[in-house]
C-alpha cells in the first residue's frame, strides 16, 4: 500500500517507520501464533527487510524512524519529533490515552484495554525468551536488529 501511494502521490507521502526491537517482536510472535524463535525472528527480517525496499524510493525529508522502547521512554519527546516533521503543532492531550474517541489501527490488543491511561514498555520478551531463542533470534535478526539500534 506504501509502494501504491508513493507511486501515486510521492511529494503527498510521510512515512513514519516505527521499529521496534526485534526479540520483543519474535517473543510476540511466539506467545501468540505458536512458532519458534527462528521462524518469528525470520517473518521480522523479511517484513523490514521488505519495508526498508520499498522506503529507498523514498526521499529521507519524507520518512521519519521512531523506535517503540524511545517513545515508550519518552513519549512527549518522541510525539514532538513526529508532529514536528508531519508539521503539526505537538499537544499535550496526545499523550493520553482514551480520553477522547480513538480510531486504532488494528493489531496489538492491548491498544483496545480501556483501563490503559498511560504509554508503557512491554519487556516481557526479558524474561520469556530462554537462551537457546535469543541465540536463534540473534542468528536470524541480529544485523537488522543492530541496524535499529538494538545491541
Given amino acids: 500500500r506504501l509502494k501504491l501511494l508513493h507511486l501515486v502521490r510521492p511529494q503527498a507521502v510521510r512515512v513514519i517507520h516505527l521499529v521496534r526491537d526485534g526479540r520483543a ?3 510476540s510472535a511466539m506467545r501468540r501464533k505458536q512458532m519458534s524463535a527462528a521462524t518469528a525472528a525470520r ?3 523479511r517484513e523490514n527487510q521488505h ?4 522506503l529507498r524510493g523514498v526521499s529521507a525529508a519524507q520518512k521519519h524512524r521512531v523506535r517503540y522502547e524511545d517513545l ?4 512527549e519527546r518522541e510525539l514532538s ?7 503539526v ?3 499535550p492531550g496526545m499523550l493520553s490515552l482514551w480520553e477522547r474517541p ?3 489501527i488494528p493489531g496489538n490488543p492491548m491498544l483496545f484495554e480501556k483501563s490503559r491511561r498511560a504509554i508503557t514498555r512491554d519487556e516481557r520478551w526479558r524474561r520469556d525468551l530462554s537462551a537457546d531463542d535469543l541465540a536463534a533470534i540473534a542468528r536470524e535478526a541480529g544485523r537488522i536488529n543492530r541496524a535499529y539500534g538494538y545491541a
Fill in 51 to 54: 519495508l526498508e525496499l520499498v
Fill in 81 to 87: 519529533r513526529v508532529c514536528q516533521f508531519l508539521g
Fill in 25 to 27: 517482536v519474535a517473543a
Fill in 43 to 45: 517473518i521480522w527480517v
Fill in 102 to 104: 480513538v480510531h486504532n
Fill in 72 to 75: 515508550c521512554e519518552h513519549p
Fill in 89 to 91: 503543532p505537538f499537544a
